[in-house]
T-cell receptor
Framework: NAGVMQNPRHLVRRRGQEARLRCSPMKGHSHVYWYRQLPEEGLKFMVYLQKENIIDESGMPKERFSAEFPKEGPSILRIQQVVRGDSAAYFC????????????FGPGTRLTVT | KQEVTQIPAALSVPEGENLVLNCSFTDSAIYNLQWFRQDPGKGLTSLLLIQSSQREQTSGRLNASLDKSSGRSTLYIAASQPGDSATYLCAVRQGSEKLVFGKGTKLTVNP
């Protein structure tokens, strides 16, 4: 029973490139959450998705960031035209629709922008 | 806007000592509070979840208390071990599914 999987674990991008981060929720989970952890900061909520729907994107930067959770396949967090300030650890969590308060976290993707 | 503060930011103790980590939050209208453990380069592991109607939760050597009215929670670790070394995060949940996290307390237990 695999947990939440994220890939890649480490990603290096040059300024201006695109970054795609993937999250496969736990089996049976249909809710996905993305959080960002900047250096020396706590985790900050970015977006909450259910299959094919964005439920809450109040924590997403207005530009360059987007997220999706298609009917099939993993959830994708996409960052266009990355800047140095995007360097952070991005964590995905998932939960079952009947127990949304039990979020299980993945190992994170560490994005470095050079 | 909910803000979560954790004190101290870092703590170093000798093995076997009992210790307390503190968490405070500014808005007492929470659904629950959760303590996590984060190991370097890894994800978060949930330790304890306290519903807003509860006062405390226990798991093994860990005990978490919640005083919602004063906006405080403590995580008590008994008989600390080197394997307890990690960063401990406190997070609260309000009227939605998202969690609001503190910056964490980095704990080092010296053998």
């Amino acid at each position: 029973n695999a947990g939440v999987m994220q890939n890649p674990r480490h990603l290096v991008r040059r300024r201006g490139q695109e970054a795609r981060l993937r999250c496969s929720p736990m089996k049976g989970h249909s809710h996905v959450y993305w959080y960002r952890q900047l250096p020396e900061e706590g985790l900050k909520f970015m977006v909450y998705l259910q299959k094919e729907n964005i439920i809450d994107e109040s924590g997403m930067p207005k530009e360059r960031f987007s997220a999706e959770f298609p009917k099939e396949g993993p959830s994708i967090l996409r960052i266009q035209q990355v800047v140095r300030g995007d360097s952070a650890a991005y964590f995905c969590a998932s939960s079952h629709r009947d127990r949304p308060y039990e979020q299980y976290f993945g190992p994170g993707t560490r994005l470095t922008v050079t | 806007k909910q803000e979560v503060t954790q004190i101290p930011a870092a703590l170093s103790v000798p093995e076997g000592e009992n210790l307390v980590l503190n968490c405070s939050f500014t808005d007492s209208a929470i659904y629950n509070l959760q303590w996590f453990r984060q190991d370097p380069g890894k994800g978060l592991t949930s330790l304890l979840l306290i519903q807003s109607s509860q006062r405390e939760q226990t798991s093994g050597r860990l005990n978490a208390s919640l005083d919602k009215s004063s906006g405080r929670s403590t995580l008590y670790i008994a008989a600390s071990q080197p394997g307890d070394s990690a960063t401990y995060l406190c997070a609260v949940r309000q009227g939605s599914e998202k969690l609001v996290f503190g910056k964490g307390t980095k704990l080092t237990v010296n053998p």
